[in-house]
């Protein structure tokens, strides 16, 4: 006896199978991470190293090339980029896709301390920060005030609203964009220190003897023991203008008579600019392994708390959230999925004619469905478009069991076997035919899964999703689909009225497409010319058609990248980008636009680059697309003569890749005039072309710069 005729005769045994698929797939439909695409372990490291007033060329020679050298001896580094500007050396590291991140960061910290004693007395530890994924925020706030300064608020979101964010499990930080972290400031007065014969080097060494943090422990008695805390730290305004700076007899110099002292902000080289007011953003980035729309939703909860306690004066609002478009393309994925199947079943009544038969197919397709939910979860993937589109893919091939399976038994049937008869009959028959056709489907997609690099990370979800539930289809037609084919097909079933005359509607098709075919053959050598024809063609076809790895996607998000004279201030900046915000506000479907000043403080952008974000309506609110609204956009931007903009859309696809479509780097031995004019000719050669909107070279030679020469005999004569 066939071991699968079991299930026929013991239907409470065919209908556990199903009810343990269905449950598994339930279950893992509940705790699968939902996010837009699947996860890519693409991470970049940065090394940030400071050198306060070295300029450009110094940082280059003596801080950011010995650290290259270095670093790129490290494993899993597919690139190595860096800037040099005044004071600052930063150096990003795109890994491998796929590497470990933890074992490059600790190959690169060991690098670093290997030429340390090599670098500059003067220059500071380096600042190694990893991020995952995109740079881009899952979500970003706005906080202004018209009546706080931007350090004050600054200072209010890192004590009290950053440290609540990052408590919201998934977040993996809530950076402060734009901050003005509140330092003393002392703005020293070159007449009055000469006058005094004070240097700047004198007043450093004075904060530095009179404000530090001292430990002094305790006493220790017979009977008793108290702890010691010794004020040796300055804390106010006051107490710095009060610092002796020198004592000669009876006269005293205190900082107050050569300096400014005033509460201000530690560095004035960035700003924030939205709606014309005071503001600081805050962006919650969210953990790559994390749920995405579950993590958003936390924050979301928070927030009502977070507003309310807000000090008087400053307000708070959501200015982007990208989960509303994730959510709406997994929405319509989903709509798409349920329709397909309501269409598939549809369609299978109107071919078999009959609910019961329907009914086979129709349960196994849906639980099929469901419990390929499982394999995902036992291989670790997630509920993603390309995951759902796979689901969608599988329809085509799941309800093909179902229908083989009925359609088998009703022949039989028909033929005089009793329904438990032709079950048993259709699994003798069909089991090798079943097997070989989940088979088949494995193999097509099987390589897909074996594929490397960005694709082969997307689309291996893709192409395994299809297979598990190819393979959990053939799972149900070996074991539920015999069982319902035993218990509600019926010997003597009448086809209905509207099947009868679909019946006719598709005799008729057929009657019609015989006589079609006749011709054709008549005809022979005509079809054979028109197919040659078709196939010749399509090797033009492919080559014209454009090519993308991904279709632009409308998520409501710009990026604006701008640059202005490398000599501007930031104050100059600011009025530029003011500029640029009255032109991209003016655009019919922007709603908000805010532009980070200096590049936001600790990228090394300098004062002169600015980025900004444009946030545009609701969907079902404006007419144009993304992708219209960016041309015009950017048509705006090129009006705004102080600035070179580039507006761009943000990556479809995780792991693509930052900025414009289109980068290459120029890479030579020789010296950088050398790399520069090469850089210069190719700029020239894509402007004659005219298939570009916007064109641009990081490396200039436009950069101000005011020399010392320091005459050593007459600096020895003065003893300086």
């Given at each position: 006896m066939n071991v699968l005729d079991r299930f026929i005769e013991r239907p409470v045994l065919a209908t556990v199978v199903g009810l343990v698929i269905l449950l598994l797939g339930v279950q893992a439909m509940?705790?699968?991470?939902?996010?837009?695409?699947?996860?890519?372990?693409?991470?970049?490291?940065?090394?940030?190293?400071?050198?306060?007033?070295?300029?450009?060329?110094?940082?280059?020679?003596?801080?950011?090339?010995?650290?290259?050298?270095?670093?790129?001896?490290?494993?899993?580094?597919?690139?190595?980029?860096?800037?040099?500007?005044?004071?600052?050396?930063?150096?990003?590291a795109r890994l491998e896709l796929g590497y470990d991140p933890n074992a490059a960061v600790a190959e690169i910290l060991t690098k670093i301390q290997q030429v340390r004693n090599r670098l500059p007395e003067g220059s500071e530890d380096s600042i190694v920060t990893i991020s995952r994924g995109s740079d881009q925020a899952a979500m970003y706030m706005a906080f202004f005030s018209e009546v706080l300064k931007a350090s004050e608020i600054t200072d209010y979101l890192t004590r009290a609203v950053r440290p609540r964010l990052e408590t919201v499990?998934?977040?993996?930080?809530?950076?402060?964009?734009?901050?003005?972290?509140?330092?003393?400031?002392?703005?020293?007065?070159?007449?009055?220190?000469?006058?005094?014969?004070?240097?700047?080097?004198?007043?450093?060494?004075?904060?530095?003897?009179?404000?530090?943090?001292?430990?002094?422990?305790?006493?220790?008695?017979?009977?008793?023991?108290?702890?010691?805390?010794?004020?040796?730290?300055?804390r106010s305004v006051e107490a710095f203008e009060n610092l002796v700076i020198r004592e000669a007899g009876d006269t005293i110099i205190r900082l107050r008579d050569i300096a400014k002292v005033k509460l201000g902000a530690e560095s004035y080289d960035s700003s924030v600019i939205f709606e014309g007011k005071n503001v600081a953003f805050i962006g919650v980035q969210v953990a790559p392994e994390a749920n995405l729309l579950d993590t958003i939703a936390g924050v979301r909860q928070l927030i009502p708390q977070v507003k309310d306690q807000l000090p008087a004066g400053l307000e708070g609002i959501v200015v982007y959230d990208s989960t509303e478009a994730v959510q709406a393309s997994i929405d319509e994925v989903i709509r798409s999925l349920i329709e397909a199947l309501f269409i598939v079943t549809v369609v299978?009544?109107?071919?078999?004619?009959?609910?019961?038969?329907?009914?086979?197919?129709?349960?196994?397709?849906?639980?099929?469905?469901?419990?390929?939910?499982?394999?995902?979860?036992?291989?670790?993937?997630?509920?993603?478009?390309?995951t759902l589109l796979a689901l969608i893919l599988a329809i085509g091939t799941v309800v093909d069991d179902g229908i083989v399976m009925v359609e088998n038994a009703t022949r039989h049937i028909e033929e005089g076997a009793t329904?438990?008869?032709?079950?048993?009959?259709?699994?003798?028959?069909?089991?090798?035919?079943?097997?070989?056709?989940?088979?088949?489907?494995?193999?097509?997609?099987?390589?897909?899964?074996?594929?490397?690099?960005?694709?082969?990370?997307?689309?291996?979800?893709?192409?395994?999703?299809?297979?598990?539930?190819?393979?959990?289809?053939?799972?149900?037609?070996?074991?539920?689909?015999?069982?319902?084919?035993?218990?509600?097909?019926?010997?003597?079933?009448?086809?209905?009225?509207?099947?009868?005359?679909?019946?006719?509607?598709?005799?008729?098709?057929?009657?019609?497409?015989?006589?079609?075919?006749?011709?054709?053959?008549?005809?022979?050598?005509?079809?054979?010319?028109?197919?040659?024809?078709?196939?010749?063609?399509?090797?033009?076809?492919?080559?014209?058609?454009?090519?993308?790895?991904?279709?632009?996607?409308?998520?409501?998000?710009?990026?604006?990248?701008?640059?202005?004279?490398?000599?501007?201030?930031?104050?100059?900046?600011?009025?530029?980008t003011a500029v640029l915000e009255e032109r991209v506000s003016q655009v019919e479907g922007v709603q908000y636009f805010f532009a980070v000043n200096g590049g936001g403080g600790d990228t090394g952008g300098g004062s002169s680059s600015a980025f900004g974000g444009v946030i545009l309506e609701d969907w079902e609110q404006r007419a144009p697309t993304q992708m219209e609204l960016q041309q015009k956009i950017q048509m705006s931007a090129a009006q705004v003569a102080g600035l070179e903009a580039v507006v761009i859309a943000p990556p479809?696809?995780?792991?693509?890749?930052?900025?414009?479509?289109?980068?290459?780097?120029?890479?030579?031995?020789?010296?950088?005039?050398?790399?520069?004019?090469?850089?210069?000719?190719?700029?020239k050669k894509t402007r004659e072309s005219g298939l570009f909107t916007f064109i641009q070279s990081d490396f200039k030679f436009d950069k101000l710069e005011q020399r010392i020469k320091i005459d050593r005999d007459k600096a020895a004569a003065l003893g300086i």
């Open positions: 509940n705790s699968l991470t939902v996010r837009q695409y699947p996860e890519t372990t693409s991470t970049t490291i940065r090394i940030v190293t400071p050198y306060i007033g070295a300029n450009a060329e110094l940082v280059q020679g003596f801080i950011t090339t010995p650290l290259e050298q270095t670093i790129a001896t490290a494993e899993g580094i597919e690139y190595l980029e860096s800037s040099s500007t005044l004071g600052t050396s930063t150096i990003t499990p998934g977040v993996q930080q809530a950076q402060v964009i734009g901050a003005q972290n509140i330092a003393m400031r002392l703005w020293l007065d070159p007449g009055k220190m000469a006058s005094l014969k004070v240097t700047p080097s004198e007043v450093r060494r004075s904060i530095a003897e009179s404000n530090f943090l001292s430990a002094v422990g305790e006493t220790k008695g017979p009977l008793i023991s108290i702890p010691l805390k010794a004020d040796t730290n300055l299978i009544y109107l071919f078999l004619g009959a609910l019961r038969s329907a009914l086979v197919p129709g349960i196994a397709m849906p639980l099929a469905i469901i419990g390929a939910f499982f394999l995902m979860q036992m291989l670790g993937y997630s509920v993603n478009l390309l329904p438990e008869e032709a079950a048993k009959k259709t699994v003798r028959e069909l089991t090798g035919s079943i097997i070989a056709m989940n088979l088949v489907v494995v193999a097509v997609f099987a390589p897909v899964g074996l594929m490397g690099g960005l694709t082969g990370s997307l689309f291996t979800e893709f192409a395994y999703t299809v297979a598990g539930a190819t393979l959990i289809s053939g799972i149900l037609a070996l074991t539920v689909s015999p069982m319902m084919c035993a218990h509600l097909l019926k010997t003597g079933m009448q086809k209905r009225w509207l099947a009868r005359k679909v019946d006719q509607g598709f005799q008729a098709l057929s009657r019609g497409y015989g006589k079609t075919l006749g011709l054709a053959l008549d005809a022979r050598w005509i079809i054979l010319a028109a197919g040659m024809c078709i196939l010749v063609s399509l090797y033009f076809l492919f080559n014209a058609a454009n090519k993308e790895l991904s279709p632009p996607e409308d998520e409501g998000f710009l990026i604006v990248s701008a640059n202005a004279d490398p000599n501007i201030s930031i104050d100059h900046l600011e009025r530029w479809t696809l995780p792991g693509a890749g930052e900025g414009p479509p289109l980068q290459f780097v120029i890479s030579s031995i020789d010296e950088p005039r050398v790399v520069y004019e090469t850089s210069q000719t190719i700029l």
